[in-house]
């Protein structure tokens, strides 16, 4: 069995904001020499979130919007993780909406996608250098 | 190490709708051969999901009328992805609450399940043809 | 291929409740002698969840309250599952959005993990014997 474990850096300029790390990710997959096989992709960081969904700048606008309504950031004194000091817990809500990690099938050497699958990092504390894993297993 | 990928074909006549995977997915373990390892079951287009819950009429129904409560189809025009020509917006978001995938246990050559787990395609944007993805690695 | 499979045992004594399964986990990696693989952790009942996220008390009772808004417990009888003469149809519900399992890294015989990532058994219909598997596999 092969493996291969990259970290892949972030540093949002923004509280939130959304990247699109397909790219980087099937280069990795091409890298591992894995024809056959998992690719995990998951936020090391528990207030961000990798998901897969479409290349649309308007979707992800509404994603934006709509997670702010589910967990709005504010009033920051509503939620009792902020006690510690901390004014991310929304970050910590929104980041279970659209989850920690994918899971990706390695196919003949190539993430095996639908036509519109990408891979977003999603940012909901941003500001300061975050993290990503990528680990691919198989032959 | 062996693997297994296979896509399975749906065309969901309404615009939502959940649909029962299991005995499939059953089958193509069988298939594999895989004694102990993992089965990947990803939907493969951005507005539908795989998920695992209860094999119940009533719940999908709960499920439908929540989906519809934390990301209504109208207005429409509420959404900005909506401007491209769609009007599925609504099914991007149902996806992320629902998740896109499912990683199941293989143990003994079986899914390796709770008494109640059965596995779901759910549609959020039919009446076309879309996929799942089963993948199967293991020994 | 190396593998290894357990099953852990939970009996929440209320409702909900979150328990924190992290050093469990790390045993049981450190036990399966996997050096570089693919640990999976699901809850194998519907109406629980496993999730990453931070151990800090006011945050896992923000969980809690905003999961008892997304999808309230009362009125029982606002869910058509709850017609089965259940009344965990909003158990179902909360599971969705905190997901089933989480997939994690191990790399040099550990789990990869960031910074504050700790696994959590997330209870939404307790007061009873409940399941988790942990599934490993690699080299």
């Not at 279970?96 to 003949?108: F, K, L, N, S």
């Amino acid at each position: 069995m092969k493996s291969l474990t990259e970290h892949l850096w972030f540093n949002i300029p923004s509280r939130r904001g959304f990247e699109n790390i397909t790219t980087t990710v099937e280069a990795l997959v091409k890298k591992s020499g894995v024809r056959e096989g998992l690719c995990l992709v998951n936020a090391m960081h528990i207030t961000a979130s990798v998901f897969i969904n479409d290349a649309e700048e308007g979707l992800l606008e509404d994603y934006d919007s709509w997670l702010e309504k589910l967990a709005p950031h504010e009033p920051v004194s509503s939620y009792l993780h902020n006690r510690t000091g901390e004014d991310n817990a929304d970050a910590h809500l929104k980041r279970q909406v659209m989850g920690r990690e994918v899971v990706i099938a390695i196919t003949q050497g190539r993430l095996d996608f639908g036509p519109w699958e990408q891979i977003y990092y999603g940012e909901f504390d941003g500001r300061r250098r975050k993290r990503v894993l990528v680990k691919i297993i198989g032959d």
